[in-house]
């Protein structure tokens, strides 16, 4: 090809020479010739700049866009059967049409190839309109010549650069693989949230309030950011074992793929360092929770106790239901890993289990007295689904207890909305990403025991978003006095 362009840098010098022992050209197309010599000049210019770009290779934007196209292909099943039905000319044309030029006929419509034949056509047509034995107008046509020469020779090269890029992007040998990197992507994120949530955890030590008050984390923290951060401990090796895993197993796609091998790499570069920050904040954030659930349950002993001196059934469903639900809420993000420094999670649970424990024995003490302290809650919730959800409690209480006469209903408080995703391990090395996405409601119905005590039925209904299904059951019953109704 440089042997192309010094032929031509000959002719284009030698041409003038040639033309002073000849005669000139006619005046009606020496302007002609003069304009269309000029635009050859440009032409070739042009053509070498191509070359040059040909022989560079497709850069990583282009092939992105030859990914692209066979991703488009394998997302739409008929768009693909259309494309495999149609002739090479047809697929050349569709091709174009995004960018893509291949070796087949008329995939230079359209393009830069062909805007450069239509000038030289426009040239020819000069030189067909002049004497033909003239020695300028033959040094013009042989610059024609070599210069369609040259363009059908880049043209081929560029179309085997693509359709070896096209090659080198196709996924028909790897089909699993962007729902693998979708899952990859997801993991990497995971980790990132729960480095995240440990620097929130971590801003919050030392902030434990005075030693006979509750100390209510989620006043000061989001606990989803808890939640996080106990998903990517609990699931980080196995996130990095997976993720080394497909790096053996794609590593063929990621040699002949500049695009898929920069898409995947985030995930080889970024999930070690985000493992080992997590490891090494994690401690502090553990041990933020482990200290939230000693303190809680002293407080809890201490209101158990007050409790029992004062005879005050009401603190059971007070201030000690709150300490409890905040001991219980915390146990439930506290992940299961051994970390230096950190407080076994089987400690934890005793901690929690001895709250719990705490509490039945001191509602077992004052039984009587919470009968006789127990109301019927006041109905506060006015949704406009209030009659239909009154209707719901009220329907499934009769299914349940047929015959039974009902006595009072109320809706005593708001929905509760639960909205959060995790990835799980479905079968060893399938990851699967679930979205949770429900509310619950509960609905106190007041019915006779007998003579003397009356019992409320607390009906729960969950509405879960994710599955469009609906949940109605009995979450607990509470005893009260017949003469405090």
């Known amino acids: ?47 070498e700049k191509m070359r040059a770009t040909v022989d560079a290779g497709p850069n990583l934007a282009q092939q992105a ?32 049409q995004l ?18 034949e239509q000038r030289l056509d426009g040239v020819q047509a000069v030189i067909d309109r002049a004497p033909a034995d003239h020695p300028d107008i033959i040094a013009l046509a042989q610059r024609v010549d070599a210069a369609r020469a040259a363009i059908k020779s880049t043209e081929s090269d560029d179309a085997d650069n693509a359709n070896a890029a096209l090659a080198a992007n196709d996924l028909s040998d790897f089909p699993n693989f962007e729902q693998d990197l979708a899952t990859a992507n997801a993991m990497t994120s995971e980790i990132a949230d729960a480095v995240n949530g440990t620097k929130a955890a971590s801003a919050l030590a030392g902030t434990r309030g005075d030693a ?54 985030q995930n080889v570069q970024y999930l070690p360092q985000l493992i080992a920050g997590l490891n090494n904040q994690a401690p502090a954030a553990l041990q933020l929770l482990a200290q939230n659930v000693e303190h809680n349950t002293q407080v809890l002993d201490a209101m158990v106790q007050m409790a029992i001196d004062k005879r005050v059934a009401a603190y059971f469903d007070g201030g000690i239901r709150q300490v409890h639900s905040a001991i219980n ?87 509760d909305v639960t909205q959060y995703e995790e990835i799980v391990e479905v079968h060893p090395g399938q990851w699967e990403k679930r979205v949770h996405d429900y509310r619950d409601i509960w609905i106190a119905v007041l019915m006779p025991r007998n003579d003397e005590r009356a019992v409320i039925r607390v009906v729960g209904i969950r509405q879960n978003f994710v599955t469009d299904k609906e949940t109605v059951e009995l979450i607990r019953e509470r005893e009260m006095l017949v003469e405090n109704i």
Do not use: H
């Open 1 to 47: 090809m440089r042997y192309f362009f010094i032929v031509l840098t000959a002719l284009l010098l030698l041409s003038p020479l040639s033309s002073l022992g000849a005669e000139q050209l006619p005046y009606g197309i020496r302007d002609a010739v003069k304009r269309q010599t000029q635009n050859m000049g440009e032409i070739e210019r042009e053509i």
């Open 65 to 96: 866009l030859m990914a692209q196209f066979q991703q488009m292909l394998a997302a739409n099943p008929q768009l693909k059967a259309q494309f495999e039905a149609a002739t090479p000319e047809q697929q050349a044309a569709f091709m174009a």
């Open 99 to 116: 960018g893509i030029t291949t070796a087949a006929p008329g995939s230079g419509m359209m393009n830069q190839y062909g805007w450069l």
């Open 212 to 265: 006979s008050e509750m100390w209510l984390l989620n006043n000061s923290l989001d606990f989803r950011k808890l939640t996080a951060v106990k998903r990517g401990l609990e699931n980080a090796a196995g996130y990095q074992q997976q993720i080394n895993a497909w790096q053996q197993q794609y590593s063929p796609l990621f040699a002949r793929s500049q695009v898929y091998a920069a898409q995947w790499s």
């Open 329 to 415: 809420a915390v146990v439930e993000v506290y992940p299961d890993v051994a970390l230096p420094g950190t407080m076994p999670r089987a400690q934890i649970v005793a901690m929690q289990q001895q709250a719990a424990n705490r509490v039945s024995q001191g509602l077992a003490g004052l039984q009587d007295l919470v009968v006789a302290e127990q109301r019927m809650p006041p109905s506060k919730y006015e949704g406009d689904d209030a009659d239909e959800l009154e209707e719901k409690a009220i329907a499934f209480i009769e299914r349940r207890f047929p015959g039974e006469d009902i006595l009072d209903v109320s809706l005593c408080c708001d929905w």
